[in-house]
C-alpha cells in the first residue's frame, strides 16, 4: 500500500489492553453472521469503531460476549446464502458509517 505511512496505527499486546487504551473507539460495533441486528438498524456516531473476525472462524465466543447487544448483522439477499467474504463486509459497514456520520 503506498499510503500506509499516513495511516495511524496503534498496535496492542491483547484484546485486555486495546480495552484499557485511551485511543479505543467509544462504541464498538462487532459484525457478525450470528447477530439480530441489522446494519440498517445500527445507529453509528463519531468515535465508533467496528470489529470483524478471521474471515474463516469470525470472532472468538468472549469477543460476542463482551459485545452483547452491540453485534451487528449485514443483511443478505436470501436465507440460505453464504456470507459475504471480510473485506467486502468490511467496505459495507465502513462506508455506511461514513454515510450516517457524514450526513
Not at 25 to 46: C, G, M, N, V, Y
Not at 68 to 89: E, W
Request: glycine share 6%.
Amino acid at each position: 500500500m503506498d499510503y500506509w505511512e499516513t495511516l495511524q496505527v496503534f498496535e496492542y499486546e491483547n484484546w485486555e489492553h486495546f480495552l484499557k487504551s485511551k485511543q479505543r473507539p467509544s462504541r464498538l460495533h462487532l459484525f457478525s453472521t450470528h447477530a439480530t441486528k441489522t446494519l440498517w438498524e445500527t445507529k453509528f456516531q463519531e468515535n465508533d469503531g467496528l470489529l470483524f473476525g478471521n474471515e474463516g472462524k469470525g470472532a472468538p465466543e468472549e469477543i460476542h460476549q463482551w459485545a452483547g447487544n452491540n453485534r451487528v448483522t449485514i443483511p443478505k439477499y436470501q436465507d440460505g446464502l453464504r456470507s459475504l467474504n471480510l473485506a467486502v463486509s468490511v467496505g459495507i459497514a465502513t462506508y455506511e458509517a461514513i454515510r450516517q456520520i457524514s450526513s
